[in-house]
């Protein structure tokens, strides 16, 4: 496939940077190929020139910096308008996405059968504008960008020695052109182009934005020459496609200004959205550095509600069982990363009680709302708390496939189980409303709305439909 031919060009792309007195603080991204021209934007009345942001693979990214007033109503690029919804102020509703993808031939799919959800996404947003896109982790599977190197080719599981520095560059610029190709797949979808272009979207990267089980692989193998490397180029791909970003821009829109952690937090009227990365200071035995504990554990204050995007789920079943026994069958160990990437694993018990506290200290002052993905099941859960339980809602695989049904049913068995950590705050995993088990085997997304001040949830599953509103 080649990057210049067919696919190299797309956006805008547009990124939800904040909102003040002024209005919503936006950047919109354009994708070119190399020595191709992009116009001018017009928003608020004004004209706003591109800053050329990067150039790669044979493609120059443009970037625009601006505001739409409440009253703006969109934007206009190359003669074409692009509506968003820009009134804050009353009713307002956001979509939530996760699991963009598969981790074995993604780029081989059937555009119609792989962005299906997308398309469904697209024509509820036409008939209820969203004011943001959250996306929660997993938004490309770069599983697959490994192969067809030689350093990279088996890794993690044969790790070479030392490279020579010219080996390193010819593996980053390997790894890049894969990075790439499965980012601008992505983009090259009518659907995904139809929602971005007009909503505002906010992500966080889980593991598959990096390869498989990210910081839950053993030590030698993420901190080897490869592991190094292949971190450096997936995060350089995250900042540029996700956030529409470079380096120099960390300190203006992640909460920790040195990098370490990319987690961050938007304020909108009466909400206040917070997402750390439970990837970036992940290791075998932590979740997260201090750059993310004080993101989770010094929140903004007295917000009205609070929506924390953990990508992978906080409230869940008691995997560590499932971890106590998992040695007695063979063929079983292959999971061992899978399990500790998860909140409930023995390995992280610590972290996820911290987590869970800063939770309900958040809950004291106002209604909190979890997000996760990660699972590629819809599920939902709450835990016990005052005045008022905490959900999560579990909206996972936009475009990966569902598990087999027995999957889903294995995982509500152990949600009969229960877990709670802390005594006095139950967690349980329950069904979605309408339905009898706890997780639906189905690709979905979901909608949060707030309607003259109260919210509600909603999933939108491939063959079930809407479900009825959950008020949270």
Not at 274 to 303: C, F, H, I, K, N
């Amino acid at each position: 496939m080649s990057l210049t031919t067919d696919r190299s060009d797309a956006g805008p792309i547009l990124h939800l940077r904040g909102h003040g007195p002024e209005g919503l603080r936006l950047a919109a991204v354009v994708i070119r190929g190399a020595g191709e021209t992009c116009g001018t934007l017009r928003a608020g009345g004004a004209e706003h020139a591109p800053q050329r942001l990067a150039e790669l693979e044979g493609l120059t990214f443009w970037r625009f910096d601006f505001v739409l007033g409440p009253e703006d109503g969109g934007y206009e690029f190359e003669g074409t308008r692009f509506e968003v919804c820009t009134n804050l102020s009353g009713d307002l509703r956001l979509a939530f996405v996760s699991c963009n993808g598969e981790e074995n031939g993604d780029m081989d799919r059937d555009p119609a059968e792989r962005d299906a959800m997308w398309g469904r996404l697209r024509a509820e947003h036409e008939a209820r504008p969203f004011v943001a896109l959250l996306q929660g982790g997993d938004q490309i599977y770069a599983d697959e960008v490994t192969h067809g190197h030689r350093l990279s080719d088996n890794w993690p599981e044969d790790i070479p020695g030392a490279a020579s520095e010219a080996d390193l560059e010819d593996l980053a610029a390997h790894l890049r052109r894969g990075f790439v190709a499965r980012y601008m797949r992505g983009l090259a979808s009518p659907e995904v182009k139809g929602v971005v272009s007009r909503v505002p979207t906010l992500a966080v990267w889980d593991d598959h934005d990096i390869c498989d089980g990210w910081g839950s692989l053993p030590v030698e193998a993420t901190e080897s020459d490869v592991g190094r490397t292949l971190f450096a180029v997936a995060r350089e791909m995250y900042l540029l496609f996700q956030h529409g970003a470079v380096e120099a821009d960390i300190p203006e829109l992640f909460a920790d200004p040195g990098g370490a952690q990319l987690g961050w937090q938007r304020t909108l009227p009466g909400l206040t959205l917070t997402t750390p990365d439970l990837r970036s200071e992940r290791g075998r035995r932590r979740v997260m550095g201090e750059a993310g504990w004080q993101l989770l554990e010094s929140p903004s204050p007295e917000p009205e509600r609070t929506i924390i995007v953990s990508s992978v789920p906080l409230l869940g079943p008691r995997l560590s069982l499932v971890e106590a026994v998992m040695w007695l069958w063979p063929g079983m160990q292959k999971y061992e990363d899978d399990l500790r990437d998860q909140w409930q694993s023995r390995a992280h018990r610590e972290d996820w009680k911290r987590a869970l506290r800063a939770t309900l200290a958040l809950r004291a002052k106002g209604p909190v709302t979890l997000l996760s993905g990660e699972i590629h099941l819809a599920t939902r859960a709450e835990m016990a708390a005052e005045p008022g339980p905490v959900h999560q809602l579990v909206a996972s695989g936009i475009a990966h496939r569902a598990p087999p049904k027995g999957y889903a049913r294995g995982l509500g068995w152990l949600g009969q189980l229960g877990e709670g950590p802390l005594d006095g705050h139950k967690i349980r995993i329950l069904p979605l409303p309408g339905m009898r088990r706890r997780y639906v085997a189905e690709r979905n997304f979901l909608v949060l709305e707030r309607r003259a001040g109260e919210w509600s949830a909603v999933w939108h599953l491939e063959e079930s439909g809407e479900t009825p509103p959950l008020p949270i």
